[in-house]
């Protein structure tokens, strides 16, 4: 399952959190960018869901990009103003690309 540079057409910032403390001592949370980069952005049908054996029934995106060290679940993407929560992060083809299936927050 090889990735074609010329299904890498959308631009998606992942982002990392990071907690400081504020004057009062709480701890808040912020994102910042980790990486950039081109990728492949599909909804997903519940029928795909389903198979892809997710116990999260409201994944609702795969994104395909090429490998990025040091990527986690806990991180997020930015795409077209809005956010994906990742879900599940997989490995193909010899850690030479991501699929990234993610759920859309619309709570903002």
Known sequence: ?????????????VQVATESRNGLGEVTQAWSTFTSRWASVTGLSSREVLLQGQAKADTTHRVRVRYIAGMTISM??????RVLEIDS????ANRSEHEILCTERIDQ
């Open 1 to 13: 399952m090889a990735i074609y540079p010329g299904s890498l057409r959308e631009r998606i910032t």
């Open 76 to 81: 997020r993407i930015l795409w077209r103003e």
């Open 89 to 92: 992060l997989l490995e193909h």
